[in-house]
């Protein structure tokens, strides 16, 4: 068992800690080295701090992964992978090797420990005795130079004072980046990318465990995969398996589920006490009460996310859903038609998933009025779809059903020989 970690916030009083030849100012990451007498361009990043100082008040003990996860991500759900990168990030800031380790050492599937020969925290006193050291030779050179030298000398001074920010700036357009990619993969539906998108949005969190799209974007991939993975018993495949199909089969009400459910809802609830005017974060709430059942709620949270974005399509979606499984078929069909033209919409700064689905709601549009026996309704939007998605296979069959309903068995014949010739599948 690894050692438990104590709330060792208190310890930061100190606000210096000296690991062999690094000084490591644990309020703002500076790294001051000691032997080059100078500080480091690069600082550790906050959660990297966290496990230094988790690593220190363990006394040379082995801290487990299970602890360091908890005390470095509180509230949030990562993986062992997240854990690694920190150990990694911090290694290469402090010029540690993991096979020949000085600093932090690895116990493979255990934890971690620090092996550095000397770990203290060091007086204010102390620190800043050795820090003023180059500036005592400094002063002696200064007196001499020039007006031109001394404006050199606060553009240097300034210079300094501006890149502190540098590292922030690149870590927060690296946790951007994650989240965008995540962002496309979960709107892919099928399991491996939401798996892939639920891992991306995990190392965001890793990043920035402040970021309200990355927790509103995991509590999406739970709740995704709670929905679409099938029980040892069933056989449905993950992409046409539907909420109705998921609440009526049970799969949703298994300990299991209820428990990545329960951990979806806190993400969001964390998402929107971030950024209380971030749809996406109402948005990922409304998908968690939906797949826990309560469909009321969920309209309501629906509600407010269309309040902050009346063009999220995919809210749109899911409330055409829940309207349907609440056995209101004509507004379910009027949120769809409207999420479809959300989905043709260019948004500024932001990357609209929708158009790929276009076609698959056209043609989920068209199936609604096909089944209600509307046929002049669904060949309209049948007919929509092939105009902007050719040899769609809804669109194509449903086309089909519609012309043979009406007499026009000739001309449904040909649709499908058409499609049978170019997509060399057969379809009806």
């Known amino acids: 068992m690894g050692l438990k970690i104590n709330h060792f916030m208190t310890i930061t009083e100190k606000k210096t800690l000296r690991i062999n030849h690094w000084h490591v100012n644990t309020e703002t990451g500076e790294l001051f080295d000691t032997r080059a007498n100078k500080i480091a361009k690069e600082r550790i990043d906050p959660i990297g701090i966290t496990l230094l100082i988790a690593l220190v008040q363990?006394?040379?003990?082995?801290?487990?992964?299970?602890?360091?996860?908890?005390?470095?991500?509180?509230?949030?759900?990562?993986?062992?992978?997240a854990l690694s990168r920190c150990v990694s990030r911090v290694r290469k800031l402090l010029g540690d090797n993991p096979r020949d380790p000085s600093y932090i050492e690895t116990l493979p599937k255990r934890g971690y420990r620090l092996v550095a020969s000397n770990a203290e925290w060091i007086t204010a006193s102390s620190h800043t005795d050795e820090l003023s050291k180059p500036k005592e030779k400094l002063n002696l050179k200064i007196w001499p130079i020039?007006?031109?030298?001394?404006?050199?000398?606060?553009?240097?001074?300034?210079?300094?004072?501006?890149?502190?920010?540098?590292?922030?700036?690149?870590?927060?357009?690296?946790?951007?980046?994650?989240?965008?990619?995540?962002?496309?993969?979960?709107?892919?539906?099928?399991?491996?990318?939401?798996?892939?998108?639920?891992?991306?949005?995990?190392?965001?969190?890793?990043?920035n465990p402040n970021s309200p799209e990355a927790h509103a974007g995991l509590a999406n991939t739970l709740v995704q995969r709670a929905i679409r993975m099938p029980a040892d018993n069933q056989t449905s495949v993950w992409e046409n398996t539907t909420l109705r199909l998921s609440l009526s089969d049970g799969r949703l009400f298994s300990d299991s589920a209820k428990s990545a459910l329960d951990k979806a809802f806190?993400?969001?609830?964390?998402?929107?006490?971030?950024?209380?005017?971030?749809?996406?974060?109402?948005?990922?709430?409304?998908?968690?009460?939906?797949?826990?059942?309560?469909?009321?709620?969920?309209?309501?949270?629906?509600?407010?996310?269309?309040?902050?974005?009346p063009h999220a399509w995919d809210v749109l979606i899911n409330m055409g859903d829940v309207h349907e499984i609440l056995g209101q078929q004509t507004d379910a069909i009027t949120y769809y038609k409207k999420a479809l033209n959300a989905m043709s919409l260019q948004l500024p700064d932001e990357e609209n998933h929708g158009n790929n689905w276009r076609a698959d709601l056209g043609g989920l549009i068209g199936e609604k009025y096909l089944q209600r026996g509307n046929l002049n309704e669904a060949e309209l939007w049948f007919r929509h779809v092939l105009s902007f998605a050719p040899f769609d296979a809804m669109a194509t069959k449903g086309l089909t059903a519609v012309l043979k309903q009406t007499g026009r068995t000739g001309e449904a014949n040909r649709l499908c020989q058409t499609y049978a010739e170019r997509v060399g599948k057969f379809l009806c």
């Open 58 to 81: 363990a006394n040379g003990n082995m801290v487990s992964k299970d602890t360091l996860l908890s005390t470095l991500w509180p509230d949030v759900v990562v993986t062992d992978d």
């Open 146 to 207: 020039s007006a031109v030298g001394i404006v050199l000398l606060f553009v240097v001074v300034a210079v300094y004072l501006i890149y502190p920010l540098v590292p922030s700036s690149i870590e927060n357009d690296e946790v951007t980046t994650l989240i965008q990619q995540a962002d496309r993969y979960y709107h892919k539906v099928s399991r491996q990318d939401n798996e892939m998108a639920l891992e991306l949005y995990q190392q965001a969190l890793a990043f």
């Open 266 to 309: 806190m993400l969001s609830q964390k998402a929107i006490s971030l950024a209380p005017e971030n749809a996406k974060a109402y948005k990922a709430l409304g998908f968690v009460l939906s797949a826990q059942n309560k469909l009321t709620d969920a309209v309501n949270t629906y509600n407010k996310a269309l309040q902050l974005n």
